[in-house]
């Protein structure tokens, strides 16, 4: 089976504008989750949807958001950038999103100017 | 409140030799641990996990080791060979239902095996 895909692997934006990014998890798993990694913080914890559905989230402003669609793939969008937000954004799948490993994309290095 | 730590932010071993990466975690609510190795510009890419109602899993030259009463675990890699080096992340899931898809990951450690 083909890997979690994630697209662009590299972005620059300016402060202000907003992003998309782009998840496409293994074929057959429904549950995709969201880590934005920083040399700071390391990996945190965005979201996490299955379904389409949003069925966790982690301690983020409502600036970042994400949807999935009927296809399992998910976007993810941060609006009103900020420098801070420059980070590496990796997706990860799994069929249900339980007690399964988790499976990640190569990420995408977004850098904000 | 960093709830999986890991302690050691880097690791130098000799090829052959074993590497052992250890981690603690404070919430007891975990139950499912999972080890990630990490390349710089890749994603992190699953190694071996285990349940909190083992204490010891070995996949081949790796073998992690839970000990539930110290809320620690360990990766232990024998032998060491100069690929493993890399950025290697513990990660814990809690039980219960609500935590859909959500690992708490440690700060990593970086470990460089010479050759």
């Known amino acids: 089976k083909a890997g979690v895909t994630q697209t662009p692997r590299y972005l620059i934006k300016t402060r202000g504008q907003q992003v998309t990014l782009s998840c496409s998890p293994i074929?057959?798993?429904?549950?995709v989750s969201w880590y934005q990694q920083t040399p700071g913080q390391g990996l945190q914890f965005l979201f996490e949807?299955?379904?389409?559905?949003?069925?966790n989230k982690g301690n983020f402003p409502g600036r970042f958001s994400g949807r999935q669609f009927s296809n399992s793939r998910s976007e993810m969008n941060v609006s009103t950038l900020e420098l801070g937000d420059s980070a590496l954004y990796l997706c990860?799948?799994?069929?249900?999103?339980?007690?399964?490993?988790?499976?990640f994309g190569p990420g995408t290095r977004l850098l904000v100017l | 409140d960093q709830q999986v730590k890991q302690n050691s932010p880097s690791l130098s071993v000799q090829e052959g030799r074993i590497s052992i990466l250890n981690c603690d975690y404070t919430?007891?609510?975990?139950?499912?641990f999972l080890w990630y190795k990490k390349y710089p510009a890749e994603g992190p890419t699953f190694l071996i996990s285990?349940?909190?109602?083992?204490d010891k899993n070995e996949d081949g030259r790796f073998t992690v080791f839970l000990n539930k009463s110290a809320k620690h675990l360990s990766l232990h890699i024998v032998p060491s060979q100069p690929g493993d080096s890399a950025v290697y992340f513990c990660?814990?899931?809690?039980?219960?239902?609500?935590?859909?898809?959500?690992?708490?990951f440690g700060q990593g450690t970086i470990l460089t095996v010479h050759p």
């Open positions: 949807y299955f379904s389409e559905t949003q069925r």
């Open positions: 919430n007891s609510m975990f139950d499912y």
């Open positions: 285990i349940s909190s109602i083992k």
């Open positions: 990660a814990a899931d809690p039980a219960g239902g609500t935590s859909y898809g959500k690992l708490t």
């Open positions: 074929s057959g798993h429904r549950s």
């Open positions: 990860a799948s799994t069929d249900r999103g339980g007690k399964e490993t988790q499976y």
